[in-house]
């Protein structure tokens, strides 16, 4: 009986299982490493989203209810019109404390508030600049006593 | 002493695939580019984009709430964006009104010819010319903004 014999070409083994190595480490260090830029994309963008809504609540909203206080607000909105900061409800904003003022904004982020005059002086001013491993921080112009003034919002941790 | 040689079709010689071990590596060193390309491309940070568009859209409407888009004048308006604007923000704007119960179109334009190789944030706000007691309207007007980063 005639014994078959397979050939194996050993070289060609040896060349194209280093090759499929190679492009396999290549493969997995490209997904490892685009998968983290990913994630901080996705963190950043929830953040810099989340900056943008809550401004827009606060310059353009009356909030929940229109007459709030610091005992009964529901959404905090400081305007009494589009783009009009209210001066009671500013003062009401400034006496509520950064945990109430995150829990309103359903955030667990520090939150960066400063109320200033075209000219820069300060009006009105809550938490500290952002400090930590990622921050956005926006500049809104508002009106307030009849004057313009630029609202610095951010969030941060 | 004489290697034996094996006695296959080939001998005791081997080849390597090397046309195809080449294709191989171009398609994935291809897909990783593709792939490396598409990543870049959607990570950017589109925040600055929508800064301007918010910064546009504030302005005007704080110029309406200060009555100055009433004024109708080119001047007036313009040393009023000048001085809100940030320095490092070209801006474009267009006025237009017409007069209650009338058909002709007035206009006028402030600011620098919007580029076209840059993001460029855009809007249009619609505003009422009424006399001093408010009682009545006599103007119709729109105030559209570019916005751009110098």
């Known amino acids: 009986m005639k014994h078959r014999r397979a050939q194996i070409s050993a070289f060609d083994f040896i060349l194209a299982s280093s090759v499929s190595v190679i492009i396999l480490v290549l493969v997995a260090a490209t997904f490892f490493l685009y998968e983290r830029k990913i994630n901080e994309f996705v963190l950043y963008n929830d953040l810099s989203t989340k900056t943008f809504q809550v401004s827009d609540v606060l310059i353009k909203s009356e909030g929940v209810p229109s007459n709030w206080n610091s005992t009964n607000v529901n959404i905090i909105g400081l305007a009494s019109e589009d783009r009009v900061i209210n001066v009671d409800k500013l003062n009401n904003f400034i006496d509520l404390s950064q945990q109430e003022i995150k829990d309103k904004m359903a955030t667990n982020y520090d939150i960066y508030f400063n109320l200033t005059n075209i000219t820069g002086k300060s009006i009105a001013s809550i938490g500290n600049p952002p400090a930590g491993i990622r921050s956005v921080v926006i500049k809104r112009y508002v009106m307030y006593k009849n004057e313009e003034a630029i609202m610095e919002f951010g969030l941060w941790e | ?150």
Do not use: H
Request: hydrophobic share 40%; charged share 20%.
């Open chain 2, 1 to 150: 002493m004489k290697k034996r040689s094996w006695n296959l079709v080939y001998g005791n010689k081997g080849f390597a695939f090397i046309l195809d071990v080449f294709l191989a590596i171009l398609l994935v060193i291809l897909m990783l580019a593709a792939s490396n390309i598409y990543i870049f491309k959607n990570t950017k940070d589109t925040s600055s984009n929508l800064q301007l568009s918010k910064t546009g859209s504030d302005i005007v409407t704080v110029l309406d709430n200060t009555k100055e888009l009433d004024t109708l004048n080119k001047d007036s308006i313009e040393d009023s964006i000048s001085s809100l604007i940030p320095e490092n923000y070209g801006y474009r704007f267009n006025i237009s009104w017409q007069k209650s119960g009338e058909q002709e179109m007035q206009s006028f334009e402030i600011g620098n010819i919007v580029p076209n190789d840059k993001f460029v944030a855009t809007g249009k706000k619609f505003f009422l010319v009424t006399n001093t007691d408010e009682t009545n309207i006599t103007d119709y007007g729109s105030a559209k903004y570019w916005i751009w980063l110098k």
